[in-house]
């Protein structure tokens, strides 16, 4: 193993698609492993929960196997072990939640169930360092879009400052590729596809982006976008696909990056953080970089790998939680699939 000291963290995720094991000592990622069964779930153009659930089941124990031999370590040398409790799909954590209660149980140490959204901010203490005392994280996934005032992450002390009020910006991504005919999930293809597009070719509508708050929307974008589309395809046109991903992505980028910026402002904070999914996005992570170098506020951003979802960002939530002498979870903790930004479970 590494020459690192501290307790040895075990993470175990699945809230969605990805089983992902991660091993975190002293805010370093020891060793990892990630199964996914996006596969399974293409031709559908979204998870299916229970083929999702059975996934994991399949993955687990070899996914374990896998980061504890990535790590060069064996299960006794695990201090602690970390596990998304919520939100997610309720059958999927459940898998996640038995694995975590077994080897907890088994291997005599703590278990501290976290939250997957809170644990998408965390993970960036594994690039970045430790959190200033203050930040703002724009949490942008598949299923939440969020600015947060992030007080102190370890014990839930998290702020709304704004959400979506429809979609989510992955759910955009994921629907937008559907109607370019591009894979599921959308996210990449798009990424992949608007390269050398044109980002001006189309304005599209940038949802709540002159007014005021700092909620978002992303329904009528992705409306906008299909529109578009449908108006090509009936005038028997081709459709400029890496135009229009290029198009769509700037306008989701545009209202993420502006919003976040003065948010930090408003907020009184210097620090920016972006998590989740969609901040894989290449636009989204230049645009971001720009304005919080013309605002001066520090921007932060885990490599993509780190953004989607994986078990080194729920092992540095939990890594942190056990830091901060938060109690553990108890053997009966249940799922949440609805557990709110900030909330715990019991
Ligand atoms: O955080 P995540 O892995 O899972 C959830 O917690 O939802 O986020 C998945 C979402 C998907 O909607 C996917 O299309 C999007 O993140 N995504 C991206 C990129 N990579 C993944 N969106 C835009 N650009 C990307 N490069
Ligand atoms: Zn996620």
Redesign the pocket.
Known sequence: MRDVTGPLVLGIET??DETGVGLVRAGTVVGQALASSVDEHARFGGVVPEVAARAHVEAMPGTVAAALAAAGASPADVDAVAVTAGPGLAGALLVGLAAAKAYALALDVPLFGVN?LAA?VAVDTLEHGPLPEQCVALLV???HTSLLRVDDLARGELARLGSTVDDAA??A??KVARVLGLPF????P??AAAVGGDPAYVHFPRGKGSDATFDFSFSGLKTAVARWVEARERAGEPVPVAHVAASFREAVADVLSAKAVVACQDAGVGTLVIG???A???RLRTLAEQRCERAGVTLRVPRPSLC??NGVMVAALGAMQAAAGVTPSPLDLSADPGLPLGGRAA
């Open positions: 809230s969605c997957h998408h996934s598949g299923g992955g759910e991504f994921d999930p959308g996210g990449p798009i990424d989740g999914g969609v894989a996005n290449a989607t979802d």
